[in-house]
């Protein structure tokens, strides 16, 4: 395995629930936008779909496609940029946030590029990390919508686009760490042969999904190198990295 000093890594970071506590509010408003949403496309229109119907749609395509949006496009001819730009449209997105001080000097102690790669927009998650304050941190910022591989969106948990960003930056599977909540993406990096870091702090619903997905194990499964509650504590468990 690379000297992770020697042979400085990739890091990949997540956003949502990984820089910052998304589930106080923004997933919960996220959530009560793709309800409204699916309700409607779902509706004949005049009377929107039933919260049972719109559930199965969310939930099923989730796990199907490992994105709801993936499934609404596949199904439903469903604009990317509409469905993003209206389930995103928060009216106060700096005092729903909360998120811990400090981040900014761990991303420094950490060795080697970061990039920002999120499945939320581009205009949304550019407005989170301005919030944040860790813009210059990120070499690049990479949203759902640059997530295509041959015309089609392909973001996390893909496993062809991580290869092609990989290709992209010039980077060996092994020199990339991806920084996560989400247990499905880490599964997927880690058989791609990226190593993995599991950031547990938010998981009181870790995906706008709703609470039925979340994970039951909180033990660190065999594909995470790496389990952290604070984003904090990832400097000093570095070697553990090596």
Not at 3 to 16: C, E, H, R, Y
Request: net charge positive.
């Amino acid at each position: 395995m690379p000297n992770i000093t020697a042979s400085p890594p990739l890091w990949l970071f997540d956003l949502d629930n990984t820089l910052h506590d998304a589930s106080h509010a923004i997933f919960p408003s996220i959530s009560a936008n793709m309800n409204t949403f699916i309700a409607r496309l779902l509706g004949d229109g005049v009377t929107e779909a039933s919260q049972a119907e719109v559930d199965a749609a969310r939930i099923g395509y989730w796990k199907r496609y490992g994105a709801t949006l993936l499934g609404l496009i596949k199904h439903h001819n469903v604009s990317a940029a509409d469905f993003l730009h209206q389930t995103h449209d928060l009216a106060d997105l700096r005092a729903m946030m909360r998120f811990e001080r400090g981040l900014g000097r761990m991303l420094r102690r950490l060795p080697g590029r970061k990039i920002l790669l999120t499945n939320a927009p581009t205009r949304y998650s550019r407005e989170v990390l301005r919030h944040l304050g860790l813009q210059r941190h990120f070499s690049h910022h990479i949203a759902i919508e640059d997530m295509r591989v041959h015309g089609q969106l392909r973001p996390k948990p893909s496993k062809l686009m991580l290869r092609r960003l990989m290709r992209k930056h010039g980077a060996s599977a092994r020199r990339c760490i991806l920084v996560e909540d989400t247990l499905a993406n880490l599964r997927s990096a880690k058989q791609v042969g990226l190593r993995t870091v599991w950031v547990t702090q938010y998981l009181q619903m870790s995906d706008p999904i709703g609470s039925a997905t979340l994970p039951r194990m909180r033990k660190r499964p065999a594909f995470v190198d790496v389990k952290v509650k604070s984003l904090r504590q990832l400097p000093a468990r570095l070697h553990r990295l090596r």
